[in-house]
């Protein structure tokens, strides 16, 4: 992945909260992320919310579907099998968050979220 398809992916994540804002989507899909989020991950992104809050997370890979859900403290979402090398994961406070934290990973991780705070500003771990 190129450092100029970042913005491109950051935009996309951005765009797809406020879409499933829109269609109710993100809520009504969570229940399919998380069923999803089991098993291997190869090809996959992944993220996990060990923060004390229930946060709306996306994660994205190249050529597969872009995943959305609010998680609950300990859950975690990945995003749909991809060929991508690496992907992104991202984080917000709500649908209408225009700012939240975002982080490219590669294919295969697990990131893990430990404390969130608006404007990129949040602390990651990448551990299991």
Same mark, same amino acid.
């Given at each position: 992945?190129?450092?100029?398809?970042?913005?491109?992916?950051?935009?996309?994540?951005?765009?797809?909260?406020?879409?499933?804002?829109?269609?109710?989507?993100?809520?009504?899909?969570?229940?399919?992320?998380?069923?999803?989020?089991?098993?291997? $991950?190869?090809?996959?992104?992944?993220?996990?919310?060990?923060?004390?809050?229930?946060?709306?997370?996306?994660?994205?890979?190249?050529?597969?579907? $872009?995943?959305?859900?609010?998680?609950?403290?300990?859950?975690?979402?990945?995003?749909?099998?991809?060929?991508?090398?690496?992907?992104?994961?991202?984080?917000?406070?709500?649908?209408?968050?225009?700012?939240?934290?975002? $982080?490219?990973?590669?294919?295969?991780?697990?990131?893990?979220?430990?404390?969130?705070?608006?404007?990129?500003?949040? $602390?990651?771990?990448?551990?299991?």
């Amino acid at each position: 992945m190129s450092h100029a398809s970042i913005p491109r992916l950051l935009l996309g994540l951005f765009l797809a909260v406020h879409a499933a804002a829109a269609t109710g989507q993100a809520a009504g899909e969570a229940e399919q992320d998380r069923a999803d989020t089991h098993g291997p $991950r190869a090809g996959k992104v992944c993220v996990t919310n060990a923060t004390g809050q229930r946060l709306l997370f996306a994660a994205e890979i190249a050529g597969a579907e $872009r995943r959305l859900a609010w998680l609950d403290p300990g859950a975690r979402l990945c995003s749909a099998p991809g060929a991508a090398p690496q992907g992104m994961v991202g984080v917000f406070e709500s649908e209408e968050a225009l700012e939240g934290c975002s $982080r490219r990973i590669s294919a295969g991780d697990n990131l893990v979220l430990e404390a969130y705070a608006s404007f990129d500003n949040c $602390r990651w771990a990448d551990r299991e």
